[in-house]
Every structure is written in structure tokens, then in C-alpha cells.
T-cell receptor
Framework: GAGVSQSPSNKVTEKGKDVELRCDPI?????LYWYRQSLGQGLEFLIY????????KSGLPSDRFSAERTGGSVSTLTIQRTQQEDSAVYLC????????????FGSGTRLTVV | KNEVEQSPQNLTAQEGEFITINCSYS?????LHWLQQHPGGGIVSLFM???GKKKHGRLIATINIQEKHSSLHITASHPRDSAVYIC????????????FGKGTHLIIQP
């Protein structure tokens, strides 16, 4: 597609429920990143996919968070047993490859856990 | 550990004013990004620069590698420029190689 597409744009969920956030990167971009932005905070790196390599999960805050990327394209970030502190904007970005070139961000998913 | 500091954190100005947002980093970098985030969360990449100066419309970004400092300038500011401006440097460390500043919240009043 023309840009990075994220869905849903907004999600309100009850504490304890699982949520799935979707990211559709730019076609041909091999690198895909998930970030979290909590209120008043900078972007926090969560996970990085490069092609078909095993993802770098070093930024995931707990084992309730997981992500997968199917066919080297669409990615899903799953948060299990959501907590109120998970409320944040979750941003996805893609680039042609890892490095300084052409990061494109999606519009984000605003997650609110009540 | 690379740190990226932005100043000011918040800036309110009148329409038409010349705006400067500053970004300092602690580790030598390959490139620095300036990003714009509007209410609602979406982020747009404004500039990527590794030396000198770049200009796009009313936006100008400069970088001084020796001083580890970059500035984003907005000329003839307009209310639609109201957004959070984030600098991020790419130094190659970590999975994504990026270290983000916390952003500058700019409000341009008509």
C-alpha cells in the first residue's frame, strides 16, 4: 500500500481481556517495528522484524506481549490479560531495510484499558 | 548509552513567529530524523539528515555533527503547525538503531 496502515485506530477494552493490533507495512519493506507511546513519554521500542529472521523482542515489557509477522508482511501485536498500564498509543513503522533509510510510521492504535 | 534531549518541552507561539526546536544527542550518529506527530497519534517523517541543512517549504533542519546538535526551524508559523515534534537519532545501537527524544509540544495560536 501507499503507507503503513494500522487497525483499529482506537480500541477500548476491559482489564484482563486480550487485544490484537494489526500493522500492514509498505509493500516491499522488509523491516517492521512496533513502538509504544505512553502519555507524556517518548516512543518506546517493543519489537523488530527483519525479513524472515527471528524477531528482536528485546523491548517487549512482559510475556503478556507477543507479536508475529506472517509472510514477511502483515504483523499482529497481541497483548494478553491487558492491564491499565498498557493504555498507550501503539505505533508501527516500516523501512526498506534496517538502518537510516525511509522509516514510515503508521497512524497508530490508541489503546485504552478500562 | 545514547541520550537525546529536546528543548523546549512545550512551546506556545503566535501565528507568524519564527520557531526553533533544539535536539542534542550524546553519541556520534549516522543520521538524525525529525518527526511530526499530530493529535491522534500518526507520525510523519519530516527530515533525515546527517550533515548540513535541509529545507522543505517553511521547515528547515540543521545539524552540527561536532557539537552533536540539531535544530528544527519553522518560518511564518501557522496554527496547522501545532503538533509534537520529535527528534530521533540513528546510531546503529539496539534493534532499531533509533533513540527518540521525548518531543516538543508546539502550539501556534492564531
Amino acid at each position: 500500500g501507499a503507507g503503513v496502515s494500522q487497525s483499529p485506530s482506537n480500541k477500548v477494552t476491559e482489564k484482563g481481556k486480550d487485544v490484537e493490533l494489526r500493522c500492514d507495512p509498505i509493500s516491499g519493506h522488509t523491516a517492521l517495528y512496533w513502538y509504544r507511546q505512553s502519555l507524556g513519554q517518548g516512543l518506546e521500542f517493543l519489537i523488530y522484524f527483519q525479513g524472515n529472521s527471528a524477531p528482536d523482542k528485546s523491548g517487549l515489557p512482559s510475556d503478556r506481549f507477543s507479536a508475529e509477522r506472517t509472510g514477511g508482511s502483515v504483523s499482529t501485536l497481541t497483548i494478553q490479560r491487558t492491564q491499565q498500564e498498557d493504555s498507550a498509543v501503539y505505533l508501527c513503522a516500516s523501512s526498506p531495510r534496517q538502518g537510516i533509510y525511509g522509516y514510515t510510521f503508521g497512524s497508530g492504535t490508541r489503546l485504552t484499558v478500562v | 548509552k545514547n541520550e537525546v534531549e529536546q528543548s523546549p518541552q512545550n512551546l506556545t507561539a503566535q501565528e507568524g513567529e519564527f520557531i526553533t526546536i533544539n535536539c542534542s544527542y550524546s553519541v556520534g550518529i549516522s543520521a538524525l530524523h525529525w518527526l511530526q506527530q499530530h493529535p491522534g497519534g500518526g507520525i510523519v517523517s519530516l527530515f533525515m539528515l546527517s550533515s548540513g541543512k535541509k529545507k522543505h517549504g517553511r521547515l528547515i533542519a540543521t545539524i552540527n555533527i561536532q557539537e552533536k546538535h540539531s535544530s528544527l526551524h519553522i518560518t511564518a508559523s501557522h496554527p496547522r503547525d501545532s503538533a509534537v515534534y520529535i527528534c530521533a537519532d540513528y546510531s546503529g545501537g539496539g534493534a532499531d538503531g533509533l533513540t527518540f527524544g521525548k518531543g516538543t509540544h508546539l502550539i501556534i495560536q492564531p
